[in-house]
């Protein structure tokens, strides 16, 4: 008895994460560059008629294939309809495609469309659980989107960085990349400058698409954390009814990082919260991270694909820091079960907007 119904709530929730995963990827052309250290043609995440051109990890030009073409951004050319998939919608490619084809479903990644080469678009679904794969044709166990990848929009045979984990990087090929770390010690980050694993780690706190952006290192020094403003405002520890002279300090960046400060003006020693808790500043200890308001990215250290925003009306996709609404019918993110809801839960993070 016991074991069906865990069965069955895991199900829900897979269900609930699916649900939530279809929608589209929310990467720019500008989030792209930035992880290619390389120049060339990137195709547009949002219209697969557009393409952008990288140079420096910045988009410095972009433009549109003519009318009855699209852009293969793997080849980097604009190809016939007719012959090539429209990266970015199904019915786009079923009526343009001049022979039967299976494409993911773009929209809702548990369904793959057929075409029949005629106009006609049809759709199948992969199942509770299940998501379509484009690169093997076939339905494998979800949630993850395995076209919900940046490599999908660039050439293929090169290298970027993760978009999703600084510090690592992806080989693109075909469309698909998976999340790869720099191994040859001591060269043991990737750096998307330059496209090369080096020794220090070249994160810096402007990692909007990740929430474990790896830009501190436990035991990473900083001479400003503990300085009056932040000694002040965090709250005192009482140990034993004694006041102690320690105290912990939000990093200033990110929701689940703090630093121990020994004293006021002391060197400050970062350190990070056990997975699935974030650091309350005010109480100066790791909490559950609906249980307050943090303003940093709220999806760094816990393992949800989906985090509320702040007042519950919608939620950020982790994976590329995208924000959704829920349906209007249940329209309050509920983070803590991982469903849309018509109530308002009553966490901190709920209350306010
Ligand atoms: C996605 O497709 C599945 C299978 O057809 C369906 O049950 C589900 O409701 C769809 N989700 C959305 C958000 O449309
Ligand atoms: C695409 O290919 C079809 C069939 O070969 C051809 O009739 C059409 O003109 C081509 N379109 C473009 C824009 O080249
Ligand atoms: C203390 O450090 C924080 C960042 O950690 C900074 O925002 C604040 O301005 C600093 N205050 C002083 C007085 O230096």
Request: hydrophobic share 25%; with cysteine; charged share 10%.
């Amino acid at each position: 008895m016991m074991t069906v119904l865990a069965f069955n709530v895991r199900i829900c929730v897979v269900a609930a994460c699916l649900f939530l995963a279809s929608q589209a990827i929310g990467y720019t052309m500008d989030d792209l560059c930035k992880q290619w250290s390389g120049a060339g043609y990137i195709g547009n995440p949002s219209d697969c008629r557009g393409w952008g051109y990288c140079l420096n990890q910045q988009t410095v030009s972009w433009g549109t294939c003519k009318t009855g073409l699209v852009f293969n951004a793997q080849t980097a050319c604009c190809e016939n309809a007719t012959i090539t998939p429209c990266s970015t919608s199904a019915v786009q490619t079923c009526s343009a495609i001049s022979s039967p084809i299976y494409v993911p479903n773009l929209l809702n990644c548990t369904e793959y469309a057929h075409c029949d080469g005629k106009g006609k678009i049809a759709y199948g679904d992969c199942g509770n659980g299940g998501v379509y794969s484009e690169a093997t044709g076939k339905c494998q166990w979800g949630p993850a989107c395995p076209q919900d990848n940046i490599c999908r929009f660039m050439q293929s045979n090169i290298f970027v960085g993760d978009p999703n984990k600084c510090g690592s990087y992806m080989n693109c090929i075909n469309g698909y990349g998976s999340s790869t770390a720099c191994t040859s010690s001591p060269n043991i980050y990737y750096n998307a400058a330059t496209g090369k694993c080096q020794s220090t780690n070249p994160c810096t706190g402007d990692n909007t698409n990740s929430g474990d952006s790896g830009q501190f290192t436990v035991g990473q020094t900083s001479n400003t954390a503990c300085n009056a403003t932040n000694f002040k405002n965090a709250q005192t520890l009482t140990v034993d009814d004694k006041e102690v002279t320690y105290k912990y300090v939000t990093d200033s960046e990110t929701c689940y990082g703090y630093y121990y400060c020994a004293d006021e003006g002391a060197t400050g020693y970062w350190n990070q919260c056990p997975t699935g808790t974030q650091f309350n500043n005010a109480l100066g200890k790791c909490v559950s991270p609906a249980s307050f308001v943090c303003t940093h990215n709220r999806c760094g250290n816990v393992n949800n694909k989906f985090m509320a925003v702040e007042g519950c009306l919608g939620y950020t996709i982790c994976s590329s820091g995208a924000t959704n609404d829920c349906p209007s019918t249940s329209k309050y993110y509920d983070e803590v079960n991982n469903i849309c809801t018509s109530t308002e839960p009553k966490y901190a993070i709920c209350k306010s907007s």
